[in-house]
């Protein structure tokens, strides 16, 4: 009795019926918990291709008689036919033309980010290893730096534009950009949650 561990000593006492729970329940755990991983990892998806589709689009601001977006400039003549130019300085608004320059560029960027974030999040689910769990946490990092990529962008485009602004002038793919830009946050907060629930961060420094 002397020479067995605790671990061992515990395990003699459970009753025959709790060690025949016990693999039951490390199981269901291991269910929940791929579930959630690949919950996340649909969820990034989708936010990829809401970012993509309104950066792709970037008309994101109807208003007076003109449409703001990240890549042209449109007017209504009064045959209701959109006059579009890529020279936004003609926007009349101040700073448009390289305001619009580095807010094209965030929200691209922050699909490019994010779509490295996403292959690392399969890749680890995919290919199992010692470092998967880094992957996964890395991954869920870039997810975050998406976040903070893409609402800055979101951000700035309202402050740009603030004069012109009307909340039922926002368009589609500009709401595409905001939910986008909440998933990301959403999900790289969920992503590191889960791994340090069920790897502590102690551990991950080990590996």
Not at 59 to 71: C, H, M, Q
Not at 124 to 151: M, T
Request: proline fraction near 2%; hydrophobic fraction near 55%; aromatic fraction near 12%.
């Amino acid at each position: 009795m002397a020479g067995r561990s605790p671990v061992n000593l515990f395990s003699s006492l459970l009753s025959p019926k709790a060690q025949r729970l016990l693999p039951h329940r490390r199981l269901q755990k291991a269910f929940f918990e791929v579930f959630i991983r690949s919950l996340i990892i649909l969820c990034v998806a989708i936010a990829v291709v809401l970012s993509s589709i309104s950066v792709c689009d970037g008309r994101w601001l109807f208003a007076r008689g003109e449409l703001f977006g990240l890549w042209h400039f449109c007017t209504v003549s009064n045959s209701s036919v959109l006059k579009c130019v890529t020279d936004l300085s003609l926007a009349d608004v101040e700073g448009m033309n390289v305001g619009m320059i580095l807010i094209r560029s965030m929200v691209a960027f922050a699909v490019v980010v994010a779509i490295f974030g996403l292959e690392l999040l399969m890749v680890s689910q995919v290919c199992e290893d010692a470092n998967s769990r880094r992957k996964w946490s890395l991954g869920s990092v870039l997810i975050l730096v998406s976040f903070l990529l893409s609402s800055a962008g979101v951000l700035s485009f309202s402050i740009l534009l603030r004069d012109h602004i009307i909340f039922t002038g926002f368009s589609l793919t500009y709401w595409c950009e905001f939910i986008a830009a909440f998933l990301f946050f959403l999900n790289g907060i969920s992503g590191l949650h889960i791994n340090s629930l069920t790897y502590p961060w102690s551990g991950l420094g080990k590996i």
